[in-house]
């Protein structure tokens, strides 16, 4: 294929976009660097005017707000999943103090609730009000149970088992829960990162 060539007459109008284009090109490239410039000089940027400036992104843009998890917590927090049955630290934890979301802190539940089922995971005959929420399971035959604050995964809930006078069991994966032991003071809710434990 053929390209078309200039004509005589065309080449000078050519010749005009291209230095037009050069200088805006050039105009653009001073304005941005004096502008770094000026942001060096008020102590915005090191002395090197080639420095990009570091804009924090707003609190409102962050991707996580909640607690650091590890591997092992966001499966069970994140993905749904489920803990090695008696190897949880809280399964047998009889202190009184209160049991946090591990993902946003929120109160769940406090050691008043606990019971012994035997069942090898933490379980509880009732949750803080309004801390926990229940869903179907995708497996249609279970209740899940949710931070109502963080939509965490928990665990599931069981009832009409016998253990309580509530006859409600919540099974809990001691991966989705910190605890603090009672007169220890608790950490603020969602954006704050909770203390490493």
């Given amino acids: 294929m053929r390209t078309a ?45 080639i420095t990009t400036p570091q804009i924090p992104a707003p ?21 749904k999943g489920t803990e090695a049955r008696n190897v949880g630290e809280y399964t047998d934890n009889k202190e ?6 591990r993902r946003c802190n929120a109160k769940l539940y406090v050691a008043e609730q606990k019971f012994a089922s035997n069942c090898g995971w933490p379980s509880f005959d009732d949750a803080v009000a309004d801390a926990v929420r229940q869903e179907p399971d995708a497996d249609g035959r279970r209740t899940e149970i949710l931070c109502a604050h963080c939509d965490g995964h928990l665990g599931h809930v069981f009832l009409g088992e016998g253990y309580t006078e509530k006859n409600t069991r919540h ?27």
């Fill in 5 to 49: 060539q200039a004509t005589p007459s065309q080449k000078p109008l050519q010749a005009i976009r291209w230095v037009a284009c050069l200088a805006i090109a050039t105009f653009a490239v001073s304005c941005v660097c004096e502008d770094q410039s000026e942001t060096s000089r008020a102590g915005g940027l090191d002395d090197d005017p």
């Fill in 59 to 79: 609190a409102t843009l962050m991707t996580n707000p909640y607690n650091e998890l590890t591997p092992e917590e966001a499966y069970v927090i994140e993905d």
């Fill in 96 to 101: 009184l103090g209160t049991y946090l979301c």
């Fill in 171 to 197: 099974c809990v994966n001691s991966l989705s829960m910190r605890f603090y032991p009672e007169g220890e003071q608790l950490p603020p809710i969602g954006w704050l990162r909770a203390p490493k434990r």
